[in-house]
């Protein structure tokens, strides 16, 4: 079954260092692939999508992800912290030419910050 | 409009009433997406409509709930008989094209007490 994997379901870390978040697929085929953030009390807020191209893909508030074919993977990080990036975070996948049409999250990573 | 809206934010129901939410997709959007969001579930996909057509419906919870969405703009997802587990936020998003990148509304939180 297509399926998205967040392993890690609660990560702290200390403002100013770096941040890795992990997100692994399950498909067929190369799916297109999202980040999204969810403050508090709002919606969800895309970060960065890949479709093709350049594995390494750069959204907004300075995060980045990459596209690891061979791994099935699609890890968002962030060089440096900032206690304003603290909220949760969905990876999710939507497969390009499918039926189906909707997004699949993963079950999301809680981001705490520590001064 | 500038951003997905739903409206209301908030409602609080009694079990067994019927609910009605509303979704404002960005204006020219084809395509448009329910979600609940469970504390604790994660993101749970209920229906998709691409035009005014849903071509799945089994991502919706039991046959209380149901959706539809008029001249390719404006859905509505209704419960009837609301339940306390259907005490969630419902989140509705939209795309320009189906399997393109989704934009989500603010979200409707509903209680069922």
């Known amino acids: 079954a297509q399926s998205v994997t967040q392993p890690d379901i609660h990560i702290t870390v200390s403002e100013g260092a770096s941040l890795e978040l992990r997100c692994n697929y399950s498909?067929?085929?190369?799916?297109?692939l999202f980040w999204y953030v969810q403050s508090p009390g709002q919606g969800l807020q895309l970060l960065l999508k890949y479709f093709s191209g350049d594995t390494l893909v750069q959204g907004i508030k300075g995060f980045e992800a990459e596209f690891k074919r061979s791994q099935s993977s699609f890890n968002l990080r962030k060089p440096s912290v900032h206690w304003s990036d603290a909220a949760e975070y969905f990876c999710?996948?939507?497969?390009?030419?499918?039926?189906?049409?909707?997004?699949?999250f993963g079950k999301g990573t809680k981001l705490s910050v520590k001064p | 409009g500038a951003g997905v809206s739903q409206s209301p934010s908030n409602k609080v129901t009694e079990k067994g009433k019927d609910v009605e939410l509303r979704c404002d997709p960005i204006s020219g959007h084809t395509a448009l997406y329910w979600y609940r969001q469970s504390l604790g579930q994660g993101l749970e996909f209920l229906i998709y409509?691409?035009?005014?057509?849903?071509?799945?419906k089994s991502g919706l919870p039991s046959d209380r709930f149901s959706a539809e969405r008029t001249g390719g703009s404006v859905s509505t997802l209704t419960i009837q008989r609301t339940q306390q587990e259907d005490s969630a936020v419902y989140l509705c998003?939209?795309?320009?094209?189906?399997?393109?990148?989704?934009?989500f509304g603010q979200g409707t939180r509903l209680t069922v007490v």
């Open positions: 409509f691409q035009g005014n057509s849903a071509p799945d």
């Open positions: 998003a939209s795309s320009l094209y189906l399997n393109t990148e989704a934009f």
């Open positions: 498909y067929g085929a190369t799916p297109y």
């Open positions: 999710a996948v939507v497969l390009y030419g499918g039926s189906q049409g909707n997004l699949i």
